[in-house]
């Protein structure tokens, strides 16, 4: 399809438990990136991948959060034991033609509630 | 590390107005300039980008400023219309190419 795909739309854990967030790219979008947006106003980079390899994940905090694009399977992002400042809206994007292009296209949010 | 800033969290117009948002970054290797529209619960929207080989680029009552001298970029609405309301975000790519780094929103509030 023609757009990024993210599920659910909403997601609610209690303090400890793991949340599991997913991303269908769109079809032929080789690149995935991964945002937290904590505030309305600012986004963090958090991971990017090419295909299925890990590109960039020097924003990812690495003790408690993981990431995976298989082939034939939606990305996915994982966070192991919640804490309260995880409590987030987590976008993904996806691009054909690299990371710095403009071609980023971006999926509606998973809201992360943390309780 | 790369930053990139702006320099008002909101603001307010009236309909018809020309709204500026500006924008501040701090690598100078920059080459690329990204600006994107959030509307309320959804991902940003892509308007228009620049070269920083251009000092300027307009879109369909958008229009881009680019002053690399001191680093500063602008986006320009023209006749701005309550569905220009939203999160208007500059974003440029990290000095190792490898993702886009977002700057601080600003929201826009149009009142009719």
């Known amino acids: 399809g023609e757009e990024v795909a993210q599920t659910p739309k909403h997601l609610v854990r209690g303090e400890g438990q793991k949340a599991k967030l997913y991303c269908a790219p769109i079809?032929?979008?080789?690149?995935v990136f991964w945002y937290q947006q904590v505030l309305k106003n600012e986004f963090k980079f958090l991971i990017s991948?090419?295909?299925?390899?890990?590109?960039?994940e020097t924003g990812m905090p690495k003790e408690r959060f993981s990431a995976k694009c298989l082939p034939n399977s939606p990305c996915s992002l994982e966070i192991q034991a919640t804490k309260l400042e995880d409590s987030a809206v987590y976008f993904c994007?996806?691009?054909?033609?690299?990371?710095?292009?403009?071609?980023?296209?971006f999926g509606s949010g998973t809201r992360l509630t943390v309780v | 590390g790369e930053s990139v800033g702006l320099h008002l969290p909101t603001l307010s117009v009236q309909e018809g107005d020309n709204s500026i948002i500006n924008c501040a970054y701090s690598?100078?290797?920059?080459?690329?300039f990204i600006w994107y529209k959030q509307e309320s619960g959804k991902g940003p929207q892509f308007i228009i980008d620049?070269?920083?080989?251009?000092d300027k680029r307009q879109g369909q009552r958008v229009t881009v400023l680019l002053n690399k001298t001191v680093k500063h970029l602008s986006l320009q609405i023209a006749a701005t219309q309550p569905g220009d309301s939203a999160v208007y975000f500059c974003?440029?790519?990290?000095?190792?190419?490898?993702?886009?780094?977002f700057g601080k929103g600003t929201t826009l509030s149009v009142s009719s």
């Open positions: 994007a996806s691009s054909q033609l690299g990371p710095t292009s403009i071609g980023y296209t």
């Open positions: 079809k032929g979008h080789s690149y």
């Open positions: 991948f090419q295909n299925e390899n890990v590109f960039d």
């Open positions: 690598n100078s290797a920059s080459d690329y």
């Open positions: 620049i070269r920083s080989n251009m």
């Open positions: 974003a440029v790519p990290n000095q190792a190419g490898t993702a886009l780094i």
